[in-house]
């Protein structure tokens, strides 16, 4: 741990779910009672915008009824008194690192609370927004073209270059609570690897990447990762 300098952290939905955040598709292949394809692609905002923008409505306003849980206030922790670099790229579009605290924080597939303007490209925070009723851009003010700045299947991620910069110079890639199964997150793994990082997974059960890791731990994010932030910061 005294030769680690530069630590990147993936965060996934096994985070967040401690925390009472539906996971984003359940064992049923549903997320929140609707097909994935029903209000996570470019083609279902196209199809039918007002379905999506209530689904994503209903989502914000659950959010503000659930809190950050022992993990992400560990991360925080971590963030803040951690002296070298690190990055925190989470999978979940929700503010519960935010929250939490962190700082160094990249939200890979958007956040809930984000709106982006197709008219003029500029995105807007939207807390309280009800974007079924479609509001104007902040940005604008043009009417119509407002949708949720979440990436959807189909989509690229967000800041791709600046992630895999941060992976081919890390000393320690951390994988918490995801299942493995969805690239390009998935691929971190190797890609750190292959640079000569050290590779922990954090998770409730083995991904379907597991192999790839130098160690695993298996349990609740809740319980893990704070031993492991008060393991790391012992060496600080």
């Known amino acids: 741990m005294r030769d680690i300098h530069n630590i990147v952290i993936l965060t996934g939905a096994g985070v967040s779910a401690e925390s009472g955040v539906a996971t984003f598709r359940g064992p049923d292949g549903l997320w929140e009672g609707h097909r994935v394809e029903d209000v996570a692609t470019p083609e279902a905002f196209a199809r039918d ?60 597939h958007g956040e809930l609370n984000s709106a982006w303007c197709l008219a003029c490209g500029e995105r807007s925070s939207f807390l309280d927004g009800q974007m079924a009723l479609d509001p104007a851009c902040p940005k604008c003010d043009q009417f119509g073209f407002l949708r949720p700045d979440i990436v959807w299947f189909g989509e690229m991620p967000y800041e791709m270059e600046r992630i895999e910069l941060a992976l081919a110079q890390c000393d320690l890639f951390v994988s918490i609570g995801t299942s493995g199964a969805v690239y390009p997150a998935a691929g971190f793994v190797q890609s750190a690897r292959h640079y000569g990082a050290q590779t922990l997974e954090i998770n409730l059960y083995p991904s379907e990447g597991s192999f790839h890791f130098h ?22």
């Open 49 to 108: 915008p007002d379905l999506v923008q209530k689904f994503y409505d209903e989502r914000r306003a659950k959010l503000k009824t659930v809190e950050p849980n022992a993990a992400h206030q560990a991360l925080a922790k971590l963030d803040q008194a951690w002296p070298g670099d690190l990055l925190l790229v989470t999978q979940n579009v929700d503010d519960l690192h935010d929250r939490a605290g962190s700082q160094r924080l990249l939200h890979m």
């Open 215 to 236: 160690e695993s731990r298996m349990g609740k994010a809740g319980e893990l990762v704070p031993d492991w932030v008060e393991e790391v910061l012992s060496h600080v």
